[in-house]
């Protein structure tokens, strides 16, 4: 991200521009991000890398908490996140910005 001067590093980040990737890393904010809750993690997923990767631009925000079994999914309007939905037992997650990304909620939680 953009002149980070701290290390934050995303579970899982989509970035789909080939411009912005380079031996030294990513330039500028990935598309997509997830972040998979633990109970270390949690307080700092749900405020430090939310307000980072809304101020950076980041599109979409996942939060996927495993021991709710749920997915907290926010979008970029206007320039802060707003809840798009918080998905839940047998409802299957849509991406905003990549339609195409569907996931039903048992088959991701299928481990348990």
């Not at 700092?44 to 999914?73: A, C, M, R, S």
Request: proline residues 5%; negative net charge.
């Amino acid at each position: 991200m953009n002149n980070m001067t701290y290390q934050i590093k995303p579970d899982l980040s989509v970035v789909c521009s080939k411009d912005q990737i380079s031996k030294s890393g990513c330039h500028g904010a990935p598309s997509l991000i997830i972040e998979v809750l633990s109970p270390s993690t949690a307080l700092k997923d749900f405020n430090e890398k939310f307000n980072l990767y809304q101020k950076y631009g980041v599109n979409e925000y996942w939060i996927v908490d495993p021991g709710n079994q749920t997915v907290h999914v926010y979008t970029l309007e206007d320039g802060s996140y707003q809840t798009r939905h918080l998905y839940t037992e047998q409802e299957t997650i849509q991406s905003v910005i990549y339609p195409e990304l569907v996931i039903p909620m048992d088959s991701l939680f299928k481990f348990r």
